[in-house]
């Protein structure tokens, strides 16, 4: 009987066997060219667990031809990345290596600034090709320099033909499956449960297998893989896609304003050993788009609630994320700061880079002065109620709006506001001269 785990037996050796992630290494798959190409420009896989993020990675080792080196950010710290550095820059100046030597960091996520600082000269300057992989976006973990170094490329969570693909691979494949003699039945509850993670679906496989004597027939429908998962719960998975539905449910709870269910979320992250960053991170994002000018004082305390969960960890983090959590379900809820940048992004894509008015271009020169960079800017503290009405977007958009104020005291508050600002014709001056 093998004790090697089903999702390990079944792990492919190449991309004739590799299932899922079409976009990258189908026929014209950029991942698939490179391979084949044996020219690995350095990359970070960024998707959640189960998707082939390792696999794809042990693929390269096996295809290319140079030095392959593999770090975990669990267990790595600054000196291991040096002392595999040292190794690679000594293959490098070898005139038997073939090529640029490639490490592989799994969950790069992990690893701290310094760590990736240290790994940033070597990928300058040539000496390592960077192969990263991570369950997090990769534009708040990874740092900018090595970011700005490495494409990023996205992999997708299996769907339910892929997952069919897999289980009838598994079946065909593995030995210890097929002494069985597998009647498969439904499929409904088993690909709902693997959530699009490969891996899942193949420990459930396992699961059941290891549930029924040996030679006895096995035997896949919903009832079945339903009580199979149920006698061994797994409460809380941070690295499946339990994962994202528990932050999908807390996030959505506060959104819709329900502190009870909020905190219920929150302890059932807590329980499962969620990072305390991850959820304090979430906070600070929602404060923004979800509560935003409704009540500003949201985002200064999930900021202070981010900085207070990474200096004291858990257990104490739990109050001040409940605090932050409770605060931001009570709050009033807008969301127009939110969809004023995405409007305004969209009109920056359909318009491109359009000249800044010359009157309110920065003059350090007297040749700009000359050509009239400043001229005609009015210094709205030099006219009552600190505003003057000018032109501040660029001619072709005139006075486009992209802030629609929802319907809070605070934005009203705002609008009004903005309203006796813009709408009042004694606010309107001569350009030769200020108001009296």
């Known amino acids: 009987m093998t004790t090697i785990p089903l999702a390990e037996r079944m792990r492919p050796r190449s991309l004739q066997d590799y299932i899922g992630q079409t976009h990258l290494v189908g026929p014209e798959g950029v991942m698939r060219r490179m391979i084949e190409s044996g020219k690995i420009a350095s990359f970070i896989l960024w998707g959640p667990p189960g998707v082939g993020k390792t ?39 070898s005139m038997f290596t073939q090529g640029r030597p490639i490490l592989f960091i799994d969950e790069i996520h992990r690893f701290s600034k310094n760590q990736q600082d240290s790994l940033l000269g070597a990928v300058e300057s040539g000496t390592v090709t960077l192969i990263g992989a991570t369950t997090e976006n ?11 170094r490495a494409q990023v490329y996205t992999l997708r969570p299996l769907e339910e033909p892929e997952l069919q693909a897999l289980l009838d691979s598994a079946l065909e494949r593995d030995a210890v499956l097929k002494s069985h003699g597998v009647d498969v039945r439904e499929t409904t509850a088993l690909f709902r449960f693997a959530g699009g993670d490969a891996r899942k679906l193949l420990n459930i496989l396992d699961l059941l297998e290891q549930s029924i004597p040996q030679g006895e027939r096995m035997v896949i429908d919903d009832r079945v893989v339903t009580d199979r ?18 932050i999908s449910a807390f996030i959505k709870s506060i959104r819709g304003s329900d502190p009870d269910a909020a905190v219920y979320w929150l302890a059932r992250m807590i329980a ?43 257990p104490e983090g739990r109050i001040p994320l409940a605090q932050c959590a409770i605060y931001l379900a009570t709050s009033p809820k807008s969301n127009s700061a939110y969809m004023a940048v995405n409007k305004a992004l969209k009109r920056v894509e359909e318009t491109g880079n359009l000249p800044v008015p010359l009157h309110l271009r920065n003059a350090p020169t007297s040749l700009m002065k000359d050509m009239g960079y400043g001229r005609d800017y009015k210094y709205a503290h030099d006219y009552p109620g600190n505003f003057v ?11 486009e709006e992209f802030w629609t104020p929802c319907g809070n005291q605070a934005e009203m508050r705002a609008a009004s506001l903005q309203n006796e600002r813009w709408c009042n014709p004694s606010n309107r001056v001569a350009d030769e001269g200020k108001k009296d």
């Open 272 to 314: 499962g050993g969620e990072e305390p960053e991850f959820i304090a991170r979430r906070l600070l994002i929602l404060a923004s788009e979800d509560i935003g000018l409704a009540n500003p004082n949201a985002l200064l305390l999930a900021n202070a609630t981010f900085d207070a969960v990474h200096k004291v960890g858990f």
């Open 229 to 246: 998962l149920q006698e061994n719960p797994a409460v809380y998975d941070k690295g499946g896609e339990m994962h994202y539905d528990i």
């Open 389 to 399: 009405i000018q032109q501040f977007m660029p001619d072709e958009l005139g006075h």
């Open 138 to 148: 990769p534009s708040f973990e990874v740092i900018r320099p090595l970011l700005s």
């Open 55 to 93: 696999t794809l990675a042990r693929i390269i080792a096996n295809t290319v031809n140079v030095p392959f080196y593999t770090l975990s950010a669990v267990n790595s710290g600054v000196k291991d990345v040096r002392d595999v550095i040292d190794r690679c820059r000594r293959d490098t100046e």
